[in-house]
C-alpha cells in the first residue's frame, strides 16, 4: 500500500471543465512533486513543492494551477484542458534538504480528458 | 543526447535467468540515483537507491560507475512476477529527478 494517497483514481472531463486532483502524504515529507506520464513515457517533472513554497514549475501551461494547503496535502488545479493533457498524474514526496533521499509516489489519477 | 538513457528492451528471459540493466547519465554533477520499478498502469515503485560502493537486496544488485557514468541492475534467478518496466533515475542536487524511458522485463515460465 502506498504511503502517498491520490484522488480521484480516475477522472474523466471536459475541455471546458474546472476540477481538482488532490494529494496526502503523512510521512512528515516537506517536498512534494506533481508529475506527468504518458504511456510507455518515463514520468516528467510539473511542480514542486519545498517547505510549501513552489520551488519547480517546469514551464507548466498556467491551465494546471497547483497548490500547497499544507506539508500534508497537495492539489493540483485543472481548467480548460486540452485533449494532449490526458495522461497519467502522479503526486510524489521526499524528504527536503538532503539530495540521497528517493521520492515515493502515489497510484496516481489517470486523467482523460474528451 | 538525452539526460538519461535507457535500453528500452524488453528483454524475454525464462525463469531463474539472471538479467542485468544499464542506465547512463550525461551530467557528470549527478549525486544520486535510483532504479524504480512501474507494473503496467501502476505507480513507479522505489526498488532501490544504488550508493557508490554498490549494493544488494536480496536478489538485486545495483551498481554506479562514475567514471563512465553509469548505473546498473542486476536481476538473479528472475521470477515471473518480475515482470515490469526497471526506470532508473538520477538526481543532480536539488530536487529535480530526471527519469529514464525504463527498461521492459518479461520473465517467462
Known amino acids: 500500500d502506498t504511503e502517498v494517497t491520490q484522488t480521484p483514481k480516475h477522472l474523466v472531463m471536459g475541455m471546458t471543465n474546472k476540477k481538482s486532483l488532490k494529494c496526502e502524504q503523512h510521512m512528515g515529507h516537506r517536498a512534494m512533486y506533481w508529475y506527468k506520464q504518458k504511456a510507455k513515457k518515463p514520468p516528467e517533472l510539473m511542480f514542486v513543492?519545498?517547505?510549501?513554497?513552489?520551488?519547480i514549475n517546469e514551464s507548466v501551461p498556467s491551465r494546471f494551477s497547483p497548490e500547497c494547503p499544507n506539508s500534508s496535502l497537495l492539489n493540483l488545479h485543472l481548467h480548460a484542458l486540452q485533449p494532449e493533457d490526458s495522461a497519467l498524474y502522479l503526486c510524489a514526496s521526499s524528504q527536503a534538504g538532503t539530495d540521497n533521499q528517493p521520492q515515493h509516489f502515489g497510484d496516481g489519477t489517470r486523467l482523460s480528458i474528451l | 543526447r538525452k539526460e538519461v538513457e535507457q535500453d528500452p528492451g524488453p528483454f524475454n528471459v525464462p525463469e531463474g535467468a539472471t538479467v542485468a540493466f544499464n542506465c547512463t547519465y550525461s551530467?557528470?554533477?549527478?549525486?544520486?540515483f535510483f532504479w524504480y520499478r512501474q507494473d503496467c498502469r501502476k505507480e513507479p515503485k522505489l526498488l532501490m537507491s544504488?550508493?557508490?560502493s554498490g549494493n544488494e537486496d536480496g536478489r538485486f544488485t545495483a551498481q554506479l560507475n562514475r567514471a563512465s557514468q553509469y548505473i546498473s541492475l542486476l536481476i538473479r534467478d528472475s521470477k515471473l512476477s518480475d515482470s515490469a518496466t526497471y526506470l532508473c533515475?538520477?538526481?543532480?542536487?536539488?530536487?529535480?529527478?530526471?527519469f529514464g524511458a525504463g527498461t521492459r522485463l518479461f520473465v517467462k515460465a
Open positions: 533515475a538520477v538526481k543532480s542536487g536539488g530536487f529535480k529527478t530526471i
Open positions: 544504488v550508493y557508490s
Open positions: 513543492y519545498s517547505y510549501e513554497k513552489l520551488s
Open positions: 551530467n557528470s554533477a549527478s549525486q544520486s
